[in-house]
């Protein structure tokens, strides 16, 4: 019985690890359905501490293309992905938008963008860019790239896939794998600071600013960047 149970493990686990290294490097890449003006924008200038009144006088989520990582990462800072859009939070949710930088903890230096409107949330950081809920051009999870080549065949960069469900509960935004997978990030409020909990146990709190330092602009190189081919 041991000998089966080990041979059967002996030929399903390859298939497997082939299997999720076939869709976390090669499987179709996900559309960029960002508005490309968006990209194109220099995000780096504005006032993160001027944010839009959610009261419902202009669009709703729903309205506004999907934002994702353009192939492996974004080139520069781009604008804001919810702009546009005034659609008051939910009751469950707490009003974490703005400029954050990490100031203690495991992350420090790290800084994100939070863009809140209505049931969405999208997070722009080091080269990606996560956005959750609904939308006008594909569906609710995050369904981009973790930024960073691990490798290069030709001239083409091969960077993992991610996807992630990011639901308010009780003022916390949680991120779960897949949509349906484990709890792997938190985010809350503690005061005036951001906690960002990590699966790995790291802690990082961050405080509010309001101008992107500069050494954020462009995001540094992430990934092994393997040429092979």
């Not at 492996?72 to 707490?94: G, K, N, Q, R, V």
């Not at 703005?98 to 949330?121: F, P, S």
């Not at 990606?128 to 960073?148: F, K, Q, R, S």
């Not at 003022?171 to 909990?197: S, T």
Request: hydrophobic share 40%; glycine share 10%.
């Amino acid at each position: 019985m041991i000998k089966r149970i080990l041979i059967s493990l002996a030929v399903i686990l390859p298939g497997v690890m082939i299997a999720l290294l076939w869709f976390a490097f090669f499987s179709p890449r996900p559309p960029l359905t960002i508005d490309p003006a968006t990209l194109a924008g220099d995000g780096s200038t504005l006032d993160y501490c001027r944010l839009p009144a959610l009261d419902g006088a202009g669009k709703n989520a729903r309205d506004i293309a999907k934002g994702n990582t353009p192939g492996c990462a974004y080139s520069h800072f781009p604008l804001p992905i919810l702009a546009d859009c005034t659609e008051p939070l939910p009751p469950e949710a707490d009003d974490i938008r703005g400029l954050w930088r990490g100031v203690a903890g495991d992350k420090i230096g790290h800084v994100e963008r939070i863009e809140q409107c209505g049931n969405r949330t999208v997070i722009t950081t080091s080269g990606i860019i996560h956005d959750y809920g609904p939308n006008a051009t594909a569906g609710l999870n995050t369904n981009d790239t973790e930024g960073g080549a691990s490798f290069i065949i030709g001239n083409t960069q091969f960077c993992p896939r991610s996807s992630a469900a990011m639901i308010w509960r009780d003022k916390i935004l949680n991120f779960h794998a897949f949509g349906w997978g484990p709890l792997v990030v938190r985010r809350y409020m503690d005061g005036d600071q951001l906690i960002w909990e990590y699966a790995d146990g790291s802690i990082t709190r961050m405080e509010r600013i309001c101008q992107l330092p500069a050494a954020h602009k462009v995001p540094r190189r992430r990934g092994l960047h393997l040429k092979l081919f």
